[in-house]
């Protein structure tokens, strides 16, 4: 059981836009604490998508996108390519458990 | 380009220490702008957040984790290390190591920089 919930799994068609839910709490991403998306391939290192809740990282294209209100994230990707298909991971801080990491139990992303 | 690339034994005995290595390339670890984190995934499951480390020595660790974990670093080395004792099969995990950038906003951080990962298995 993560401390931050995402859907298992979601899906669309090329070139058309889905996006991952991550739900926390109070004590986490409703206490303040920044968002953080990751994208990871099996096999690969992670890769920083957004941080700080809504910033790119150079070289992540602007197809993805970040927000944030209260105890809940988003994560939006637009036009989808066969390529994003991976599993997206959500992260933030939660206070409870003394300002440590937590991750979202991850979505996998598939193109139709 | 910051490199990082763990390296330890790929099988450790239940009960035993499970020690792994982290050597950072392309960027130093006495930098106050950053912290050093590890990170694992079992197999099927997803990611979790083990501890990080600050240039200072001052470590946080997974609440969950923290009577079995201790993360160290050795900046002349550009190191850091992870000791998690005693080990079940429930640590069987892709163990990664990451460099953390702080976040102004709210002071925590987030990992930009990741090496591959190491798989370790605890088997008899």
């Known amino acids: 059981q993560s401390v931050l919930t995402q859907p298992p799994s979601v899906s669309g068609a090329p070139g058309q836009r889905v996006t991952i839910s991550c739900t926390g709490s109070?004590?986490?991403?409703?206490?303040?604490?920044?968002v953080h998306w990751y994208r990871h391939n099996p096999g690969t290192a992670p890769k920083l998508l957004i941080y700080g809740n809504n910033n790119r990282p150079s070289g992540v294209p602007d197809r993805f996108s970040g927000s944030k209100s209260g105890t809940s994230a988003s994560l939006t990707v637009a036009g989808l390519q066969p390529e994003d298909e991976a599993d997206y991971y959500c992260q933030s801080f939660d206070r409870i458990l003394s300002a440590t990491g937590v991750f979202g139990g991850g979505t996998k992303l598939t193109v139709l | 380009q910051v490199q990082l690339q763990e390296s330890g034994p790929g099988l450790v005995k239940p009960s035993q220490t499970l020690s792994l290595t982290c050597t950072v390339s392309g960027g130093s670890l006495n930098s106050v702008d950053y912290y050093w984190t590890w990170i694992r995934q079992p197999a099927g499951k997803g990611l979790e957040w083990i501890g990080r480390?600050?240039?200072?020595?001052?470590?946080n660790y997974n609440p969950s984790l923290k009577s079995r974990v201790t993360i160290s670093i050795d900046t002349s080395k550009n190191q850091l290390f992870l000791k998690l004792s005693p080990v079940t099969a429930a640590d069987t995990a892709v163990y990664y190591c990451a460099r953390a950038t702080i976040n102004p906003s709210d002071k925590t951080g987030y990992e930009d920089y990741w090496g591959q990962g190491t798989l370790v298995t605890v088997s008899s």
């Open positions: 480390i600050y240039t200072s020595g001052r470590a």
């Open positions: 109070s004590s986490n991403i409703g206490a303040g604490y920044d």
